[in-house]
């Protein structure tokens, strides 16, 4: 199971995190959002980082190539789409796509089966936010043959991480609010104890 912590906003979390072990770091370009950072604060943040970690910026309702320029221009390596996005308008993008699903617990989840060539992210539903609430949906309503295979988001934290884990073990799992002290702002210590559960369950897993 990877690890996304979204919502970076300073070069002192990032850095801790891809020490601790993220696999991905997330960057909001959505102005809506507590957790919004420019593209110019973000590519200074990008250039101090290691090459392994996967650098994501997320966008909602920007024009595909609006997204191109901007991901070469601050060294993105994939985007996350939220908003209305279509088949022909993921392809469109030139970097790896993850595209979001916000889900209640009616949701039909055959509306998967619709794309191609992208990333499944499964986020929370909620009329307050795109995301970042840290509320999270019944994950026991994924398809079990989805599981292993989507991006699981909302909710997640160091409560529920191994039981998590261990029930739904999805491909990846994406954080934001869980690991803060306030919007935008990592907590150093619950970022340690996230990690030190999670690497636990890998070698257990191994």
Known sequence: MRVKICGITNAEDAILCSQLGADALGFIFYKESKRNITYSKAEEIIQQL????????????QQAD???TISKRIGLNAVQLYGDVTQSYINEINLPVIKCF????????????????????LDTFSDKALGGTGESFDWNIIPIELRN?????????????????????????DLSSSVESTPGKKDAA???ILFNKINKL?????
């Open 66 to 68: 609006a997204i191109n």
């Open 202 to 206: 890998r070698y257990i897993r191994c």
């Open 50 to 61: 290691p090459s392994f970690i996967v650098k994501v910026g997320v966008f909602a309702e």
């Open 190 to 192: 619950k970022l340690k």
């Open 149 to 173: 295979k989507i991006i699981l988001a909302g909710g997640i934290s160091i409560n529920n991480i191994k039981c998590l884990f261990n029930n739904i073990n999805p491909a990846a799992v």
């Open 102 to 121: 916000r889900i209640k617990n009616n949701f039909d989840f055959s509306a998967l089966n619709h794309f191609t060539n992208c990333s499944f992210l």
